[in-house]
């Protein structure tokens, strides 16, 4: 007992492993049903869209889940606030008209990120006009 609680005092306490993490359904979605995995609800993943592909960002929770520095970008199409790197509500869209060379190649850095470090769990359906 004594062993055990000299390790937790050495090194915290330990984090839940990743399979306890809620895990997105593998599917297409729409940007009506991306917006339900935001971080409001905790049982539920969090996802995100870039460039038509919806990421599970589940365990990056810290940075994208409720007062994460990037918190306003779960449930939504981070498409164009990525490229311009922004966080102005009117930019979370999938519209990539008008950007320029630097904001394209922004876009696909953030896009290796994404798929370097998060499962693609799907596409995000086209919005009906």
Known sequence: ???KRFISQL?????????LLPE????DYSLEELAAFDGSDPSKPL???VRG????????RDFYGPGGAYGMFAGKDCTRALAKVSFDPELFTGD???LD???LDKLEEWIEMFEGKYRNVGRLLPSPH
């Open 11 to 19: 090194f915290g306490r330990v984090k839940p492993p990743a399979a």
């Open 96 to 98: 990539l008209e008008g």
């Open 1 to 3: 007992m004594v062993v």
């Open 47 to 49: 996802l995100i869209a």
């Open 101 to 103: 060379r630097d904001e």
């Open 53 to 60: 592909h919806v990421y599970d960002v589940t365990r990056g």
């Open 24 to 27: 997105a359904e593998e599917r």
